[in-house]
DNA sequence: CGCGACGTTGATTTGCCTCAACGATTGTGG
DNA sequence: CCACAATCGTTGAGGCAAATCAACGTCGCG
């Protein structure tokens, strides 16, 4: 029994030799603070998967600033998922960086599917993580349509209310499409009116 | 050799069996321009794969705005995503209508999952469109993130340039966050200086 | 024909951005 | 352990892109 394969396949049925196959597919990395897993015009061929601590991936536009497409913290996998998984094979337009010190697993996305193919159980989990993701993909799509800059703030903290303590608010600010500036404005007319 | 299971699972080299199986699970569905495949509230248990015709689901905010998640077209499938997958099961958020006459094919996400167990080439070919739809996600997140208002447009019509001739402006602009009104002044704008 | 759906145009408002300055907090080297 | 610098967050003034509100032209269709 590999508790770290329970942890990362959510399945604690799998037989010894199953789960030192995935084991063996593993790699296990060490991010201090700072450290990037990927930066912009790298190749990309890995998943990560985050077994401590805290990430996140951003672009840097055009104008030099940055917007931050996803945070991942214990249990998330984070990858450049535009250059992995897009139509045309490209390198990263992402930068992935650690939030706080962090352990990760990384497995090559060529191993992870050939695992899918021998083991039906990773992929049946690999299958619903994706459906999880579709889901709150749409969501976010969708609250970027309809809600106000304050509402979707208000949404931010409520979801991830564990968050707050590791990311700077610049990176809500990039997360949720606004300056640091109006973030700032946002906080203070939320915090006097109660 | 069934056409419609190869252009819908993209394999042609699948037994007479496998197709017959995969066939037997489909329900055809017609739609007339403006008939809703979805409404709000409704119970969501299916995919829909569209074979002709156009589709676009939206929601209506509380301010009775609509706001436009996907266009379908031949090849796409489309659904209650939010619903279908999301983490607890709930009913429709969203309203899918036709914009023109159509074909679809229904399946049940139950029928599709135990297919997806029962043969892997489904399970593959789903792998890989869900990885796609992932990454243009992440593409529209970041789009909406980054470019203006006229950018956006500008991908669009560069990224959906059949389209144009089936969805109204004022879906368009439901779909990029803005009003038909502004759309309108992007086209005015583009269309004077050329 | 006449009505409704769709698109356009104008005047005004507004939410958020930009630019600039300045506290507060954190980290670091002497 | 303090001193100082860098990073981060806040505040203010002014500007702009897009929204809102309102009116009107146009097209297609019953």
């Known amino acids: 029994m ?5 942890e990362i396949f ?11 196959l995935l084991y063996s597919k593993l790699k296990k990395i060490h991010l201090r603070k700072n450290e990037f897993l990927l930066k912009a015009n790298d190749e990309v061929n890995d998943l990560y998967y985050v077994h401590q601590g805290c990430l996140r991936s951003y672009i840097i536009d055009l104008e030099g600033k940055e917007h931050t497409l996803q945070f991942a913290v214990k249990g998330w996998w984070i ?24 352990t990760i697993y990384r497995i090559s996305k060529l191993e992870f599917d050939n695992l899918c193919i021998a083991l039906p159980k990773v992929a049946n989990v690999n299958k619903r993580k994706m459906e999880l993701a579709f889901a709150s993909f749409q969501n976010r799509i969708l609250e970027n349509l309809t809600l106000s800059a304050k509402q979707r703030y208000l949404n931010f903290i409520n979801a991830y209310p564990n968050i ?4 700077k608010n610049y ?3 990039s997360y949720l499409g606004i300056t640091t500036e109006s973030l700032s404005r946002i906080r ?5 009116r109660s």
Chains 1, 2 share one sequence.
């Open 79 to 102: 990858s450049d998922y535009i250059a992995l998984y897009g139509k045309t094979k490209t390198s990263a337009v992402s930068y992935i960086q650690s939030i706080k010190d962090a």
């Open 164 to 167: 707050s303590n590791d990311v």
């Open 171 to 173: 990176h809500i600010a």
């Open 2 to 6: 590999n508790p770290l394969i329970t």
């Open 188 to 192: 203070k007319e939320i915090s006097t």
């Open 10 to 20: 959510q399945d604690d049925s799998m037989s010894d030799d199953q789960a030192d």
